[in-house]
């Protein structure tokens, strides 16, 4: 039996070794990505690696401070972190400092602090707080407003500040949401509705119809475990756009091949539309109704986007989404970033023996792109370890958090699982070619002091409920 | 009571699903795709070309003839430039604001990060002052190269230059980058391998901005540069300047050739240019200008490209065939009418008949038609002939190319037995028909080349070897290794040269010849020859060898629209002659040296008289 009353004993040190293990990691990488000759000792705090160390140190300290605060002040004082932040954020224009284009930063002293970091590890106890008291229901109107309302509004002003891609961090929190009972269907659309935008900004819309429409019929036919239905569905879908393609070389290619395809998909789903109103067929119904919605919110976005937006909004959406903030062309930093990991093979090049990183082939390398430097010098062992840890890190956050018996440790370590996990998948997923580039930090890797600091904080929070499972019992 | 547990499985299966992808995808690029690796090795790798130096060119005293002179280019890397003074700057390096102005320009569009030439060729006068104060330049700094220099400034078209490759010899040979520079023509080009050397290869890593960051594998694939090797000629610069000196206003052509070993002593062809200006900044103004010069043709090397019947010399050439042919005996004596002979009139006045001697010393027309018809008549047919004739002017090393490492060197036209067949009609044609032959005119055309390589293969008395320019290659050791050339031999009898020779010498010693080409200790051989030239005044023509036993040199002068042989050509072979074997001009031929030099054929009328 642990001892209730030492929290040295009670917090998890397997959580707490993982996090060091990675910012070990991490640390050495960052030597590897930006080693420079003159400057060979990594403890040289003129460069990037020798100050990494300091910020370590920094967030060691973070860390025993968390641990030592009871952990009551985090439940009782939820809601007035979560403002004190908001507010801070607000500042953030007035007296903010620029970087890179994004005023999102705050200069105290020598010190850069990027309050939307902390805005992470409020909201998550925020939302704790509020899905832990005693009159919330996951459905009531209420409770959906106030849940939307405290993820929303950090999120609309972090966007304001140009930092979309902290913005969309929040996001994550429908997980969050979905494990403490909103219903699947929401995170499903979700799902889909992101999909559908990033394929038509990506790509475009024509081609996204494309994929919804084989997508529906496999769908259907996955269903229905029928092939004549969907048959016919495909011809008749196919019979309408073959029409309009003849039509058009008729007319010597003047229509937009996007008219045919829309039309197509509009006329086929609507006899089936017809069809399964007339049979009461009700799961194709629903079928055909997200298919139709599905296409012409994609073709909304596609019109909306340029047609009606500014210039300068379309580039925000596309440098979100990494489509042309290349310099070099569309896909120069990805194809860089996987030349980079790819050069490594299995066992990687070896310790600084990196060339693609270290001669800025790959921009960022210290920061977004640290995964890089993982990939070309310790090769396929390197990174799959680093997914291990992840992975490790983010299993164990889920099983302390459903250990907990307070409602408010569970929700805040879901917030911070998913946090960590968000950052992970669009971090590497952009270093690898999966993910669009938006330039968020690998936690516990990238250099950057704010970064480390915030996600310390937020990780420590919770390693410090978590040490206090035994003594609350429910909130 | 937690009704939604089950879901933490959800989550986490997506968490492990986004994983599982990662490492997949990681798999894939880092152990399955070979490319990337290959991708990457691209990005780093610059190969940095160190260019060795030239061979060098020596005359068979081993004096310089081509060496390399130091020239430095100014580079620019436009990201590091600051401001500074324009005005100082071109002031220093002899530009013009504007002109350097554009070549910033252009620098900056090519790339802000590598470098670029923005001034050429700055000569080392230039360079000193430049140095003190480069460091007032940041983003500038010179690199040195190396430029032909020609001391003698003669021997132009033989030496040949250099220029840029293009882009047709970079596809044919994958040695040369763009901007590298080749022998395009002369020796230059002829020994362009052995002159180059190997470059050089240092392989560096460099950043995304092209800054090297260090060797690559440790220096393991670096190669040095290995220099060039240089070229010993058998050319005598000195005689060669002189011979240039005497052609001052003068078109036509000299080559010299040492009869023993085939050395070519001298090469001179007529009008020529100062070698110096092919090299440097002005290069491509000059070259524009001499390559413009279509009355003068100074690129052109009339010795080994410049074709003419060979007229009366060439009647040395039928004497000894006839000979060998037993078509004729040196005693058998022909009879001249002078003006009136027929079918050829000879406009040389002399006693009659003559035999061989006589016949060659008085050029007579008359003598060499009869010695030519019984050559001709000799064989049973005409055709058959001719065909044992023109065996026989082949073996001398006419209609082909005799050789010479220069490219552009051509055949001549020694013409075939179906070329009159087709003419004239098969055996429509006899020896009056081709009577032109015997007197060196007609069909047969060659080149000063060829006619210097048949005064060799007389004063060899039947054989000659291959004339060549380089005797040997100095490589990189300082060890010189003599190239070897063929021996080809007439199938005349040396025999038979005899009489040929004592008529060469009566051309010198007994006629108006002793004043102008005799020599006090040297018996001095040769045959004069006049062209006839059907756009304007005769061609003048001379071949010669001395001394008559154990030659040192044998020579052809040809000289257009000069007249008689014996009035230009052959003083001027006389005093090369000279100049070669005494190294001095006695004083009784100052006279006539001075008169070679000033007399001006340039602008002689060319309309037939």
Known sequence: MPNRNNVWANIDWITVSIYLAMMFIGWINIYAAVYNEEHKSIFDFSQQYGKQLIWIFAAIFIAVLMINTDSKFFVTFAIPIYVIIFVLLMLVPLIGTEINGAKSWIQIGNFLLQPSEFMKMATSLAIARYISSYNFKMHSYKSLLTLSAIILLPVGLIFLQNDTGSAIVFGVFLLVLYREGLNGIVLFFAFLIALVFILTMVVDSYITIWILSLTGFLVHFLIRRKSKKSLVAMGIFGSVYLIFWLINFLLQGTIDPLYFILTAAVVSSGIFYIYSLVLRKKNLAILIGIYLGSVLFSVSVDYVFHNIMEQHQRDRINELLGIQSDVHGAGYHVNQSKIAIGSGGFIGKGFLQGTQTKFDFVPEQSTDFIFCTVGEEWGFLGTTLVIGLFMGLLMRLIFLAERNRSKFSRVYGYCVATILFFHFAINIGMTIGLAPVIGIPLPFFSYGGSSLWSFTLLLFVFVRLDANRFEQLSY | ?609
């Not at chain 2, 052509?253 to 900044?281: K, Q």
């Not at chain 2, 490492?405 to 028909?433: C, H, R």
């Not at chain 2, 010669?544 to 230009?568: C, E, H, R, S």
């Open chain 2, 1 to 609: 009571m937690d009704t939604f547990s089950k879901r933490k499985y959800i989550v986490a299966g997506i968490m492990l699903g986004i994983a599982a992808i990662f490492i997949l995808r990681l798999f894939t690029i880092q152990i399955t795709n070979k490319t990337y690796k290959q991708f990457a090795t691209r990005n780093v790798l610059r190969k940095i070309i160190t260019f060795p130096a030239r061979g060098f060119i020596y005359d068979r005293h081993k004096e310089m003839m081509v060496y390399n002179k130091a020239a430095y280019d100014l580079w620019v890397v436009p990201r590091e430039v600051k401001p500074f003074d324009t005005t100082e700057l071109c002031r220093i390096i002899q530009i013009e604001r504007q002109d350097f102005r554009n070549a910033l320009n252009k620098a900056k569009q090519y790339s802000r990060f590598k470098p670029s030439i923005i001034v050429g060729q700055i000569s080392p006068e230039i360079n000193a002052p430049l140095q003190e104060k480069l460091y007032k330049y940041p983003g500038f700094f010179t690199q040195s190269r190396t430029l032909r220099e020609y001391p003698s400034k003669s021997a132009a078209q033989v030496l040949g230059y250099v220029g840029e490759v293009n882009q047709q010899m970079i596809e044919k040979d994958k040695y040369y980058r763009s901007g590298d520079y080749i022998g395009v023509t002369g020796l230059e080009k002829a020994y362009e391998k052995e002159l180059r050397g190997i470059k050089g290869v240092t392989k560096s890593m460099v950043d995304v901005h092209n800054r090297i960051k260090g060797k690559y594998n440790e220096g393991l694939e670096d190669t040095t540069a290995i220099l060039g090797q240089n070229l010993l000629t058998g050319l005598d610069a000195e005689v060669q300047a002189y011979a240039e000196l005497l052609m001052t206003n003068k078109r036509g052509a000299i080559v010299a050739i040492e009869p023993a070993t085939g050395e070519i002593l001298l090469m001179v062809s007529a009008p020529s240019y100062d070698p110096n200006l092919l090299v440097g900044r002005q290069r491509s103004t000059n070259y524009g200008t001499l390559v413009g010069d279509s009355v003068n043709k100074p690129m052109w090397n009339r010795a080994g490209i410049g074709t003419f019947p060979p007229g009366s010399t060439f009647k040395l050439v039928n004497a000894l065939i006839a000979l060998q042919e037993h078509a004729v005996s040196p005693f058998d004596r022909f009879s001249c009418s002078g003006q009136s002979s027929s079918p050829i009139k000879c406009t040389h006045s002399h006693v009659s008949p003559l035999a061989m001697r006589e016949g060659i010393r008085e050029s007579c027309n008359s003598y060499f038609w009869n010695l030519f018809r019984n050559v001709i008549n000799h064989s049973s047919t005409s055709a058959e002939g001719y065909e044992v004739w023109r065996n026989h002017v082949m073996n001398f090393g006419f209609g082909q190319k005799v050789g010479v490492e220069l490219s552009s060197e051509v055949k001549g036209n020694i013409p075939q037995v179906t070329y009159y067949d087709k003419y004239f009609g098969q055996k429509k044609w006899n020896a009056m028909t081709i009577r032109s032959l015997s007197i060196g005119q007609g069909e047969i055309e060659v080149t000063p080349l060829q006619l210097a390589n048949m005064a060799a293969t007389i004063a060899n008395r039947g054989y000659y070897i291959t004339p060549h320019l380089v005797k040997a290659i100095q490589d990189t050791n300082r060890v010189y290794r003599e190239l070897e050339y063929e021996k080809k031999v007439t199938g005349i009898n040396p025999e038979y040269f005899d009489i040929v020779i004592e008529g060469m010498q009566a051309v010198i010693d007994e006629t108006r010849l002793s004043q102008s080409v005799h020599m006090d200790s040297i018996v001095v051989c040769g045959k004069t020859g006049t062209v006839q030239n059907p756009h304007g005044a005769d061609h003048s023509a001379f071949v010669a060898f001395a001394p008559k036993n154990n030659p040192k040199i044998a020579i052809a002068v040809f000289i257009q629209n000069a007249g008689f042989g014996a009035t230009y050509a052959a003083p001027i072979a006389g005093l090369i002659m000279e100049k070669y074997l005494n190294d001095s001009i006695p004083p009784r031929k100052k006279d006539l040296e001075r008169r070679m030099i000033e007399t001006d054929l340039m602008n002689v009328i060319q309309v037939k008289k």
